[in-house]
């Protein structure tokens, strides 16, 4: 959490300037936030049909006989399991429940939708904007 402390106070700097701020100074700033979160096991998440995101949901990572598992979500909604795969997909509900929909919202950044929740997570996405 201390270096997701350095991104807020850099946005909190540029904010006090009597300039506008630098959108490439923000994008990177908030880039930089998001990394920061996700290696602190932190991810983007709009649950139970939200609009807006926020770094409030957890992400874990488990070896099983077939392959690597992310548990995604928070404790008072409940979590979701994601295989990860090797086939270019990103991700596959582990659950089986309900399909997970994968999209690239940025370079480095896929959005997986199951049902009425929505998870940023990083991915290696080839550079796609």
Do not use: W
């Not at 429940?97 to 929740?117: F, L, Q, R």
Request: proline share 2%.
């Amino acid at each position: 959490m201390k270096r997701f402390g350095g991104a807020l106070l850099t946005l909190i700097a540029l904010a006090g300037c009597d300039r506008a701020p630098d959108n490439g100074d923000l994008a990177e700033a908030e880039a930089r936030g998001s990394r920061e979160a996700a290696e602190n096991g932190r991810i983007e998440c709009a649950l139970e049909g939200a609009k807006l995101f926020d770094r409030t949901c957890t992400v874990d990572e488990m070896s099983g006989a077939d392959g690597t598992i992310l548990v995604v979500g928070r404790a008072n909604v409940g979590y979701r399991r994601l295989q990860i795969t090797t086939d270019g997909r990103g991700v596959v509900s582990a659950d089986g429940a309900e399909p997970a929909k994968v999209s690239i919202v940025g370079n480095n950044m896929i959005e997986v939708a199951i049902g009425h929740d929505r998870y940023r997570l990083p991915a290696n996405t080839g550079g796609a904007k």
